[in-house]
């Protein structure tokens, strides 16, 4: 949570809002109406300007009771600021807002709003002034006040106020806040006994408090002269969480203060800590402090040989450094050897990688690693397009192990693949035609079927597959891939489904809470959802067997979509999506295909990137989550890692140091960038985009230049990734389905069953 930092800190659940109009109001929700509309699921999909929530915030105040006041409407400055707050762009919304005159600027609304872009650029000792005699002024915001005081109080102080604010709490995380601000007000004594606390009552599965409060007792413990208990915690987080940054310091901090500093077993945990978080130079320097007869030198070359494997930095390395290890007795020397093939064929010594395989079949016969090398091996020969040494070596693992494969359905697979493209159209056809008979099985496996039936000259029945496709999940990738599959066999192709009017059961208007609509006012939308989301039962109440189709209503006023993605999916049946809408369920799939920051995302589309496969990249890759981090380490709605937005800034003239990739104006303008990028870079293939947006650009490129000329839909099937495979898959299918929605499918006619031949990635490629 960030608690020791001196800036302005933030708390899940807290709602620092305000209001362009002032309300003094009930608490209650107001219920929903009913409005008959028969209106097309596109225009139900439309941006929220600024414009419409004002009116919204005033066709609501007009039917409640006289105490519900707002302000007339906003100039064109504070309209624009209010926008850019929407998109979290906090410079921009702040120097907008510097530039309001005369009463409007000191409106407590305003001051308000001034006071929430500060904390967003992290400038409270900015904050606390501009809150000053704002109590009872703002309505329902008031009762944020105090918290939002607090938080910045624990920045900059006064500290002894953020701490009797955050005391009087029920909750252990605030019970940590109080405890970091009565530190920083020199109480030491009380704020050890808050961590006490805490620690005392953690709740269950509170893991991050328990380490930050850990890191702070031990902080308290070693400024009071208490080196028993500073010793305890440090020890603590020393050996449990040896790879945060927070803990960097605590072996010496220990060994300072205690007679008996990290052991060597000790040393030893940290180390493989270290090798599983691919912290190369950490888990050497923590090795070279194991005694040697802690650790026996195959141990430490494994050790550093997965430490190189999972930083993915040197690959090589790795392979040299786990070879070495499984010679000189490792702990599974097995294992290591098996690892250093797959670190050769990361690294593209595809030969070394081959013989390696070979080998660990051929000395452990009897072991797991034998099976899955024999597996890689037959699957590696299959990505290098050695075809006909791929299906040699997949039938003869499936002679050798037989029903005991632990690679079974992926052998299977492939081998249809590989059929496919051996031209062995009488095996590929049945191949195809049993793995689309499985559960939950891919429309593509029956698209490949009818290739193979078409390549095999069955012509009418390959036809008449790739329409039963279309005709059941028209706005799959498989439905598009039969689409130019019947167009170059010359034959009428049914059109894209086009979005048409029809009549709906009453839409469903909800009118929102006073205080949702405050916050909407101001742009705070983010926080809207929040509050939104805690009046779910009441705003739901009135309709009871409409209850999902409400909430998503009342979701659909917010410009942002992460909630209302959630309801679409959780009360979406299996296939809901596969045909096209009926009437009652065209609610479910605006709810589920929604179109958050509209206006942000239309300006940041390009030529060769519509709004709508924007879209469909976001709902894949975030599910429209704006704070979320992947394991790899990318973030926001877009899901674009350090390294790679760092480039993107240098594409676009901007300071790498200032990007921020959990803010939407941020995110969406760099992933859209990218996409495009990566649409040029592949000869305005958008399928081969997809691949190198989630694989990386030089994976893509080895792939294509190994396919031989393979057309889109054997190329896609091609992919060695399974993981690859679907994100294009599922990335395509998001995109015909927003296109469908939007009424413009112009883009997909770039989708062509022909690839480029092959594709030189120059210095610029990242």
């Known amino acids: 949570m960030g608690l020791v930092n001196a800036r302005c800190s933030s708390a899940a659940g807290f709602l620092l809002s305000g209001a362009l109009a002032l309300l003094s109001c009930s608490r209650s929700s107001r219920p929903l109406e009913t409005e008959d509309a028969s209106t097309a699921a596109a225009a139900n999909m439309r941006a929220q300007s600024q414009q419409q929530l004002v009116s919204s915030a005033k066709v609501s105040a007009a039917g409640a009771s006289d105490d519900f006041r707002y302000l007339p409407q906003p100039s064109a400055a504070l309209s624009q600021a209010i926008a850019r707050v929407r998109l979290e762009d906090y410079a921009?919304?702040?120097?907008?807002?510097?530039?309001?005159?005369?009463?409007?600027?000191?409106?407590?609304?305003?001051?308000?709003?001034?006071?929430?872009?500060?904390?967003?650029?992290?400038?409270?000792?900015?904050?606390?002034?501009?809150?000053?005699?704002?109590?009872?002024?703002?309505?329902?915001?008031?009762?944020?006040?105090?918290?939002?005081?607090?938080?910045?109080?624990?920045?900059?102080?006064?500290?002894?106020?953020?701490?009797?604010?955050?005391?009087?709490?029920?909750?252990?995380?605030?019970?940590?806040?109080?405890?970091?601000?009565?530190?920083?007000?020199?109480?030491?004594?009380?704020?050890?006994?808050?961590?006490?606390?805490?620690?005392?009552?953690?709740?269950?599965?509170?893991?991050?408090?328990?380490?930050?409060?850990?890191?702070?007792?031990?902080?308290?413990?070693?400024?009071?002269?208490?080196?028993?208990?500073?010793?305890?915690?440090?020890?603590?987080?020393?050996?449990?969480?040896?790879?945060?940054?927070?803990?960097?310091?605590?072996?010496?901090?220990?060994a300072a203060l205690s007679k008996y500093p990290l052991t060597p077993k000790e040393r030893l945990t940290r180390a493989k800590a270290f090798s599983q978080a691919g912290q190369v130079e950490a888990c050497e320097q923590e090795l070279a402090l194991v005694p040697q007869?802690?650790?026996?030198?195959?141990?430490?070359?494994?050790?550093?040989?997965?430490?190189?494997?999972?930083?993915?930095?040197?690959?090589?390395?790795?392979?040299?450094?786990?070879s070495s290890a499984a010679r000189k007795g490792s702990r599974d020397p097995v294992m290591d050897l098996f690892y250093a093939a797959r670190a050769l064929s990361r690294g593209d010594d595809d030969e070394h990688a081959l013989r390696k395989y070979s080998e660990v079949a051929q000395l452990y016969p009897k072991t797991v690693w034998a099976d899955h090398s024999r597996y890689q091996r037959a699957r590696l020969l299959f990505?290098?397009?050695?075809?006909?040494?791929?299906?040699?070596?997949?039938?003869?693992?499936?002679?050798?192990?037989?029903k005991a494969a632990r690679h079974k359905s992926d052998v299977q697979r492939e081998l249809a693949v590989l059929w496919l493209i051996l031209g062995k159209s009488k095996l590929a056809a049945p191949a195809f035609g049993n793995l689309a008979k499985q559960a939950k099985a891919s429309p593509m496996y029956q698209e490949g079927q009818a290739v193979a039936l078409e390549l095999g000259g069955q012509r009418a029945e390959a036809s008449k597959l790739y329409r039963e496709i279309i005709e059941r999940e028209p706005l799959s990738l498989a439905a598009q891939l039969s689409r130019l599959r019947l167009s170059a066999l010359?034959?009428?192709?049914?059109?894209?489904?086009?979005?048409?009017?029809?009549?709906?059961?009453?839409?469903?208007?909800?009118?929102?809470?006073?205080?949702?609509?405050?916050?909407?006012?101001?742009?705070?939308?983010?926080?809207?959802?929040?509050?939104?989301?805690?009046?779910?039962?009441?705003?739901?109440?009135?309709?009871?067997?409409?209850?999902?189709?409400?909430?998503?209503?009342?979701?659909?006023?917010?410009?942002?979509?992460?909630?209302?993605?959630?309801?679409?999916?959780?009360?979406?049946?299996?296939?809901?999506?596969?045909?096209?809408?009926?009437?009652?369920?065209?609610?479910?799939?605006?709810?589920?295909?929604?179109?958050?920051?509209?206006?942000?995302?239309?300006?940041?589309?390009?030529?060769?990137?519509?709004?709508?496969?924007?879209?469909?990249l976001m709902r894949q890759e975030s599910g429209f989550r704006v704070q979320v981090q992947s394991a790899a380490a990318a973030r926001g709605?877009?899901?674009?890692?350090?390294?790679?937005?760092?480039?993107?800034?240098?594409?676009?003239?901007?300071?790498?140091?200032?990007?921020?990739?959990?803010r939407p104006h941020i995110n969406v303008r760099f992933g859209a960038h990218y996409l495009d990028k990566l649409v040029s870079t592949f000869q305005g293939s958008v399928p081969l985009a997809l691949a190198a947006y989630n694989a990386g650009p030089p994976a893509v490129a080895r792939w294509l230049e190994k396919g031989h000329g393979l057309p889109l839909d054997l190329f896609i099937a091609s992919i060695p990734y399974e993981e690859t495979r679907g994100y294009v898959e599922r990335v395509m299918s998001n995109w015909l389905h927003y296109a469908y929605l939007s009424g413009d499918s112009s883009g997909l006619s770039r989708v062509s069953l022909k690839l480029p031949q092959a594709v030189k990635l120059g210095p610029d490629a990242y």
């Not at 709490?169 to 006994?193: F, I, M, N, Q, T």
């Not at 070359?301 to 190189?308: E, F, P, R, V, Y």
């Open 637 to 662: 709605l877009m899901q674009i890692i350090d390294p790679t937005a760092q480039r993107i800034a240098q594409d676009l003239g901007l300071d790498p140091h200032s990007v921020k990739l959990d």
């Open 383 to 402: 990505i290098l397009g050695r075809w006909k040494e791929s299906e040699a070596a997949y039938l003869d693992y499936q002679k050798r192990l037989g």
């Open 92 to 254: 921009t919304a702040d120097e907008l807002l510097g530039k309001l005159v005369g009463r409007e600027q000191a409106l407590p609304e305003v001051r308000y709003l001034r006071a929430k872009v500060k904390k967003g650029l992290e400038q409270c000792e900015q904050v606390l002034p501009l809150l000053v005699e704002l109590d009872g002024k703002l309505g329902v915001l008031d009762e944020d006040l105090p918290r939002f005081r607090a938080y910045c109080e624990l920045g900059v102080g006064p500290f002894d106020k953020a701490a009797q604010y955050f005391s009087a709490s029920s909750d252990p995380r605030d019970w940590l806040s109080a405890a970091v601000a009565e530190e920083r007000a020199g109480k030491l004594e009380v704020a050890r006994k808050l961590t006490d606390k805490i620690l005392l009552k953690l709740p269950k599965g509170a893991k991050e408090l328990e380490f930050q409060t850990r890191v702070v007792r031990a902080r308290l413990a070693e400024a009071q002269k208490l080196s028993p208990l500073a010793a305890t915690e440090l020890r603590w987080l020393a050996t449990m969480h040896p790879t945060r940054a927070e803990t960097a310091t605590a072996p010496a901090r220990l």
């Open 293 to 322: 007869a802690s650790a026996k030198k195959g141990e430490r070359q494994s050790l550093l040989g997965w430490a190189n494997y999972t930083s993915r930095k040197d690959y090589l390395k790795a392979a040299e450094l786990l």
């Open 490 to 616: 010359g034959e009428n192709v049914p059109a894209f489904p086009a979005l048409v009017p029809k009549l709906r059961p009453a839409r469903l208007k909800p009118k929102l809470p006073h205080k949702v609509l405050a916050l909407l006012a101001l742009g705070l939308d983010r926080e809207a959802e929040k509050v939104l989301k805690e009046h779910e039962v009441d705003l739901a109440r009135e309709f009871p067997t409409r209850k999902a189709e409400a909430l998503c209503a009342a979701y659909g006023e917010l410009a942002t979509a992460e909630r209302r993605f959630q309801l679409g999916m959780n009360n979406a049946k299996p296939g809901a999506f596969d045909a096209l809408p009926a009437p009652e369920a065209e609610w479910l799939w605006e709810c589920a295909y929604p179109q958050p920051y509209a206006e942000h995302v239309q300006q940041s589309s390009t030529a060769q990137v519509s709004s709508a496969l924007l879209f469909g």
